[in-house]
């Protein structure tokens, strides 16, 4: 079967940078789209950034020029670079995949295990 496996994740001061990694394995032809979701203790899940397999990207307004979402196709890797972190960016980071897979192609949706992120002096 399909599995994300996110990491990456930390506790890092406020104006840090970190890197999250998703990486997928399995029967997998492609990976038409991908992207990072967040949810906060008490908070709904809010989607942060998405890219597809051309590069096209989109973020959400609170991290835009602060986050950077990036493929490795070769790898099936996704990537979140994360720079100038605040303490509003603390969650658990999930990597969600749209993965065309098996002999059939089928797509499905996938998500990673998650990740913890805190930002804390």
């Known amino acids: 079967q399909v599995q994300l496996v996110e990491s990456g994740g930390g506790l890092v001061q406020p104006g840090g940078s970190l890197r999250l990694s998703c990486v997928a394995s399995?029967?997998?032809?492609?990976?038409?789209?991908s992207g990072w979701y967040r949810q906060a203790p008490g908070k709904e899940r809010e989607l942060v950034a998405t890219?597809?397999?051309?590069?096209?990207?989109n973020y959400a307004d609170s991290v835009k020029g602060r986050f950077t979402i990036s493929r490795d196709n070769a790898k099936n890797t996704v990537y979140l670079q994360m720079n100038t972190l605040i303490p509003e960016d603390t969650a658990v980071y999930s990597c969600?995949?749209?993965?065309?897979?098996?002999?059939?192609?089928?797509?499905?949706?996938?998500w990673g295990q998650g990740t913890q992120v805190t930002v804390s002096s």
């Open positions: 890219i597809t397999d051309i590069g096209t990207r």
């Open positions: 399995g029967s997998i032809f492609g990976i038409p789209v």
């Open positions: 969600n995949a749209a993965v065309t897979s098996g002999t059939t192609r089928r797509i499905s949706t996938y």
